[in-house]
Nanobody, 125 residues
Framework: QVQLVESGGGLVQAGGSLRLSCATSGGKIMGINDMGWYRQAPGKQRELVAG???????NYAESVKGRFTISRDNAKNAVYLQMNSLKPEDTAVYYCNANVDHVEDSVFYRGDTYWGQGTQVTVPS
């Protein structure tokens, strides 16, 4: 069973930085396609923060452009989010997401989507 596990959240003052990590585990992973980071603030819908393709093409929400950087390590099947110049409006639970090709019980699954459990980022106002 493929799982995504996030780490690196916490409380940081405005203007500070955090680095989120997301590692995959379990299952027999044959390849990971798109990966991304989403966030959900209280009372709001989950939104895409940043995405990265297997080839390294990135895209960002307008609100984080120039402040956040997404990267991935294909050898480790991991994705990262470097967050700089954090603002109170960045406060949310951050989730990593991956589109995974994998084998389970000798059956090949193409493009299954997995989510991490979420990690809290808090930037006090």
């Amino acid at each position: 069973q493929v799982q995504l596990v996030e780490s690196g959240g916490g409380l940081v003052q405005a203007g500070g930085s955090l680095r989120l990590s997301c590692a995959t585990s379990g299952g027999k992973i044959m390849g990971i396609n798109d990966m991304g980071w989403y966030r959900q603030a209280p009372g709001k819908q989950r939104e895409l923060v940043a995405g990265i393709t297997s080839g390294g093409t990135t895209n960002y929400a307008e609100s984080v452009k120039g402040r956040f950087t997404i990267s991935r390590d294909n050898a480790k099947n991991a994705v990262y989010l470097q967050m700089n110049s954090l603002k109170p409006e960045d406060t949310a639970v951050y989730y990593c997401n991956a589109n995974v090709d994998h084998v389970e019980d000798s059956v090949f699954y193409r493009g299954d989507t997995y989510w991490g459990q979420g990690t809290q980022v808090t930037v006090p106002s």
